[in-house]
Structure formats: C-alpha cells, structure tokens
C-alpha cells in the first residue's frame, strides 16, 4: 500500500510529529511505501508563530500551496491520503473536496478542537481566513477518521460511523528516565506559543511558593520572556535536538489548563511527556488530564490555586514522594501511551493491520 500524508508542519511541530512520524518507520518495516509532506517547511515554521512577519508568511503559505497542487498531479499512485489536521491551514476544504472527487481514501486525523474558532495571537490578522466548519466536512469526506480523545472521538462520530480513538502515543525508548543531579528544584513547563497564555493561571502559585522554598521555575518554548517578581525564572528557547534532555532535567512538572471547550479536546500531550521521562506532573483537571491522571497515584490534579501550592509544595518537601509518583506515571505510559501500544490500533484504523 502507498500513502501520502499531507501534514501541517515539518519535524519541528510536535503534533505530526508524535501522531504521524513516529508510527513511519513501522509501515515500512510491513513493506509500505509513503511519502510525507508538510504545508509549512522548517524556515516557514521558524518565523509561523512570531508576530509579524507577514510578508515571510504569505510567502512560505503561497509555497505550501504550490506543493500541494504539485502533489495532485502525482495523486494517482496512492492507494490513500493521510490528512493529519487539514491539507491547507486557511480556506475551505478545497484539496480534500479534489481528493475526494479523485475518488481516494481519506484517512484524517485530528488532536485538537480544530472545529472551534481558534487562532494563534501572532497571527490574528488572518483569523478571518479560518473556517472551523471545514473540519466536520472532511471527516464526512473521509473514510475513517483517527482522534486524540473521547471529547473529539464525541464530534467525529456525529458526521462519521468510522472513528477510532488513538492516543497521542510516545517512543519510550527514547524518552526514557534519568538520574537528576542532586541540588536546586526544578519546576518546569515546556509548551509552545500557543500554550503559554495558560501560564498565568501559576503565576500566583510560583509567587507563594517562592516565599516558602528555593526553587527555579524553568520555562521552556513560550516564545516570549516570562517574568513572575519574586521568583527566579529562566527562560529558554524550545530545541528538538535537546527536548528529551529538556524534560528529563526537571524535577517536577506543571500542566495549566483553563477549562474550555478547546481545553477539553486537547491530547495532554505534555503530562505525557513528563510522565514517560517519571517526572511527576501536576495537572489541571481538565478534558484527557482527567482521564490519564489518577491523584496522589500516577501525578497530581489542582484545581485551585490552593491545591497547586499545596500539591506542589508536597512534591518540593518530599523526594521520595516525586520518585515514587514519577514511577507510577512511567508505568502508565508503558501501558496505554507507548508508540508499541497504539501501533496496532493505528494500523487499524488505515487498514494495515493485516499487512
């Protein structure tokens, strides 16, 4: 069987690349033949979510337009298209409705509410260009559809009876557990421009735990500084060279959520992370958090500022206490959001179990 897997970014952007990258090698180790290509390439990526710029925007969008017409003209050897999130991120389903006219097997996979209005800050001058409603048309377009969760597996299934419900998995061979040195807590927060509005839901925490304990808060992709008075911050720039070291270097992990429709469709894919490396996470208890996080058992859950203060000043007090809780997070990663786990459930759903 021959895939093309249209996806939004290059390696850099972390969605295509833990929900489609990851499970490549597989196919063609069943003697599969794909090709993958993304709409933004690596330099596009670089400047996508930096204010302004637009002119370097609307030239690297005009480039992924050409490549995508390029790959129309190629489409007839693919026994199925692989559209992860959408095959072009402004407009109107356009190449999916061609695809589906050429009579192709739609395969689309989606780990976000992208069927809610919802635009990056740095690029709101263009959120007119953004149709949620496409993504209800694609999933009928498509032959089955691939979700992160049960909020999005709730939507897919009103428009299509094919849904399967395929974690964002992680390779934990490579995202494995380390010894961290003995010293200064880390209190850590890796994200994303997009995810770094949600930061401020610990600022107060960070503030009255700071006057209690020594600790560094690290925070690491949120694309601008983040400065919180009286707590000692260091800001770094998100590498994916240095990501695995990056989340192994932490002592304890936060996942602030305010609790939205577009909240509740995320992957928490981030609790993930500092699971699968056993550092224990606190959590919002909102949409999948809920699900993967049993409190005081596999991580934490904080809906309130006092119970983050009170939570993490727990996880500070007591090392015995984070190896003990980063453990039983590891071990849940292991079984049900390890790349193994779910490679057979996404076989599944593009019809290669057999193969």
């Not at 958090?289 to 007090?317: H, Q, V």
């Not at 990663?333 to 759903?349: G, H």
Request: proline residues 6%; glycine residues 6%.
């Amino acid at each position: 069987m021959n895939i093309l897997f249209w996806v939004p970014y290059p390696v850099e952007g972390p969605s295509n690349r833990f929900r489609v990258s990851q499970y490549l090698p597989y196919l063609g180790l069943h003697g599969h033949q794909y090709r993958l290509r993304p709409f933004w390439n690596s330099r596009a990526y670089s400047v996508l979510y930096k204010k302004g710029r637009y002119i370097e925007k609307i030239v690297y969008f005009l480039c992924g337009i050409f490549n995508r017409f390029i790959d129309l003209f190629s489409i007839f050897k693919y026994n199925a298209i692989f559209i992860h999130r959408e095959a072009c991120p402004f407009g109107p389903p356009f190449f999916e409705w061609l695809v589906y006219k050429f009579k192709k097997q739609i395969i689309f996979d989606f780990d976000d509410a992208i069927f809610l209005q919802n635009v990056n800050p740095a690029n709101s001058m263009c959120s007119f260009l953004k149709i949620p409603s496409k993504t209800k048309k694609i999933i009928k377009m498509s032959k089955s559809v691939i979700v992160a969760n049960r909020f999005l597996e709730e939507y897919a299934r009103r428009f299509n009876a094919c849904v399967y419900l395929v974690p964002t998995p992680i390779d934990t061979e490579k995202f494995t557990m380390s010894k961290k040195d003995s010293g200064q807590i880390i209190i850590g927060w890796i994200g994303s421009p997009t995810t770094a509005p949600y930061l401020r839901i610990v600022f107060n925490v960070m503030q009255a735990l700071s006057r209690n304990y020594s600790f560094v808060f690290k925070v690491i992709g949120a694309g601008e500084p983040v400065s919180i008075p009286g707590v000692k911050v260091e800001n770094h720039s998100w590498c994916l060279e240095r990501e695995v070291r990056d989340f192994q270097g932490i002592d304890i992990g936060i996942y602030p959520l305010a609790d939205t429709l577009w909240a509740q469709g995320k992957a928490a894919f981030k609790a993930i992370q500092y699971m699968a490396v056993a550092v224990p996470v606190v959590a919002s208890p909102v949409g999948m958090a809920r699900e993967m996080i049993a409190d005081n058992i596999n991580g934490f859950m904080a809906g309130s500022e006092e119970e983050w203060i009170e939570k993490i000043s727990r996880l500070i007090e007591d090392p015995e206490l984070r190896k003990k809780i980063g453990l039983a997070g590891r071990k849940t990663v292991e079984e049900k959001f390890s790349v193994k786990v779910n490679l057979p459930r996404f076989l599944d759903a593009i019809n290669l179990r057999a193969g």
